[in-house]
């Protein structure tokens, strides 16, 4: 499995870059014994991590399912009582009354499917012959061997509109981790731009499922206050014509209704609100609870460096405003997945040296000499 992420090459070769790379590829194939060519594998069915996979790879949700398997029931049995109980009665005074929370219905149920089965924007593990190759060029770059027992750095940084953020190493995926990337200690994998992981929702969330989750939740919390808001005036508009009792009796869904409503509002408002900030402000929710652009929380820089910069706290080098912030989040288009798990794995990768524009003219400059 190849990752363009974390490929460390990509692009054609010197003929001296090349005789250096291919005694290390050949070294690697020939650890292996030979096997002859057998039926083609796809990625998913490899993939290292903690992930359950339907349709061929196209649906990508954690093996962790039991707060999942609450949150449908809750739904379905929510919404069938209020269809049974509540909207034959209120269809009566006006159709506009269930049509809109059909449509909110259907709505939630979509962005919640396409939250829990598309891929979050996970991260492949790197292959045994990308480490050689990166080896090979962290060698070139440093000016010393590659020796098997020393370390890669922890940390590398980048300039991001101005601002140093640190790229850490994960030991586990054997890459350095892109900015706002992080490892999901559920899932077991790298994830881009990764927000947290939701047991509601079974998988994680990051970059490529934000949009779905977002709608998801902020969808689920006005259909709450409209469910809750019509089971209430369905029991109240039978209580004018008979007793409170008799109408618990002929009634019983709008109840359930009206108390599962009540207690799960709370928390899901107070979730949209919280995620709304956080699309206004361009912030993950692991960067929220980190602290890692709010003073009192850092007050140096997140970089490897503690000389770059000190004693001033780094700024949110994603943040271009409110509104853009939000917009940028909520109406992109969808990233393509890197995981690519519906391809199949290639056991034989060829790997393409990029040699810098400088490396030629050095050459060029030798030659004429």
């Given at each position: 499995m190849s990752s363009p992420v974390t490929s460390p090459s990509t692009s054609s070769a010197s003929p001296s870059d090349s005789a250096e790379i291919v005694p290390r590829a050949q070294e690697y194939h020939s650890?292996?014994?030979h096997q002859p060519p057998g039926p083609k594998q796809k990625k998913y069915q490899t993939h290292a991590g903690r992930n359950r996979f339907g349709c061929g790879g196209r649906l990508v949700c954690s093996r962790s399912h039991g707060a999942f398997v609450v949150t449908v029931f809750l739904m379905i049995a929510t919404l069938t009582l209020y269809f049974v109980f509540d909207a034959?009665?209120?269809?009566?005074y006006?159709?506009?009354?269930?049509?809109?929370?059909?449509?909110?219905s259907i709505t939630v149920i979509?962005?919640?499917v396409a939250t829990s089965f598309t891929d979050p924007g996970i991260l492949p593990r790197v292959e045994n012959i990308e480490i050689i190759e990166m080896d090979r060029q962290m060698g070139m770059t440093n000016g010393h061997t590659n020796d098997p027992n020393v370390q890669r750095p922890r940390f590398r940084d980048v300039i991001i509109n101005g601002e140093?953020?640190?790229m850490k190493y994960c030991t586990t995926c054997r890459l350095y981790r892109p900015p706002r990337c992080s490892h999901c200690a559920i899932c077991d994998n790298c994830v881009l731009m990764f927000d947290?992981?939701?047991?509601w929702v079974g998988n994680c969330i990051g970059l490529r499922n934000y949009t779905y989750f977002y709608r998801f939740v902020f969808c689920l919390s006005i259909l709450v206050i409209y469910l809750f808001a019509c089971a209430v005036t369905h029991m109240s508009l039978l209580a004018q014509q008979m007793p409170f009792g008799e109408v618990m009796r002929k009634t019983p869904g709008s109840v359930v209704v009206i108390v599962v409503c009540f207690l799960t509002t709370w928390s899901i408002i107070g979730l949209a609100c919280f995620h709304t900030y956080l699309l206004c402000?361009?912030?993950t929710t692991n960067e929220d609870l980190k602290g890692l652009y709010r003073k009192k929380h850092r007050p140096t820089p997140p970089s490897s460096n503690a000389s770059v910069n000190p004693g001033n706290p780094t700024k949110n080098p994603f943040y271009t405003g409110c509104l853009k912030s939000f917009a940028g989040r909520l109406f992109k288009s969808r990233f393509p997945s890197v995981l690519d798990a519906t391809g199949f794995v290639d056991h034989q990768p060829t790997i393409e040296i990029r040699v810098p524009i400088e490396h030629f003219t050095e050459k060029s400059g030798t030659n004429g000499e």
């Open positions: 650890s292996e014994p034959p009665f209120l269809w009566d006006s159709p506009a009354i269930p049509i809109v929370a059909a449509v909110f979509s962005n919640f140093h953020v640190k947290h992981h939701c047991p402000a361009d912030l």
